[in-house]
């Protein structure tokens, strides 16, 4: 066969269809690749907003122990700007750190940690506020080879929690003085 042979109507019209045909599928590749984009860039804002709305204290930890991320609620838990302590703040250099040292150290090899409750008065630290009653939560972020990479702790306001646990103590020890101080005989039955 000869480089310019011609071709007939017949196969031109062939070729043509078939061209069609791959513009066709490139087009709907590139617009299935857009709606995922777009998919994507919504699923990365609710998550953005999941966690900056949150009213759980969200703070995030590179390896060496610089904060790389909070949210909104960790301002207004600590008193200060959330934005003025994140890539300069490490936990490791502080009193925090040293307080949290034990349990930093197994969340960096890889072990999440449920901490007893604390209490915790702002004026004796950074910013300025009221007395915090705060359950605290530590984990890895692992990779997918199962290195940890960051570490986050969780910090969420239980004050009016202990608050309410501490009236309802004081509630049953005045009616147990009550119940023990009466002269008449008192009997409570279902």
């Not at 390896?63 to 600590?78: D, F, K, S």
């Not at 197994?106 to 449920?114: D, F, T």
Request: hydrophobic share 30%; glycine share 4%.
């Amino acid at each position: 066969m000869m480089k310019n042979e011609k071709k007939t109507k017949k196969q031109l019209i062939r070729e043509l269809e078939n061209l069609h045909r791959r513009v066709d599928k490139l087009e709907k590749a590139e617009t299935e690749h857009q709606r995922a984009e777009e998919e994507l860039k919504e699923s990365e804002e609710r998550f953005r907003k999941l966690i900056e709305q949150s009213p759980i204290v969200y703070e995030m930890y590179d390896i060496e122990g610089t904060q790389r991320m909070v949210n909104l609620a960790y301002g207004e838990l600590w008193g200060i700007d959330p934005k003025s302590t994140v890539g300069t703040y490490n936990v490791w250099k502080t009193d925090q750190g040293e307080q949290l040292r034990p349990y930093l150290t197994r969340a960096y090899s890889g072990e999440s940690l449920v901490l007893p409750d604390i209490h915790w008065d702002p004026k004796k630290e950074v910013g300025k506020g009221r007395e915090r009653w705060i359950s605290t939560i530590i984990y890895p972020l692992q990779n997918s080879h199962g290195e940890v990479e960051n570490v986050v702790i969780l910090h969420e306001d239980i004050t009016s929690r202990k608050q309410t646990e501490y009236a309802l103590c004081l509630s049953e020890e005045k009616l147990s003085k009550a119940f023990q101080a009466s002269p008449d005989w008192i009997s409570i039955s279902t």
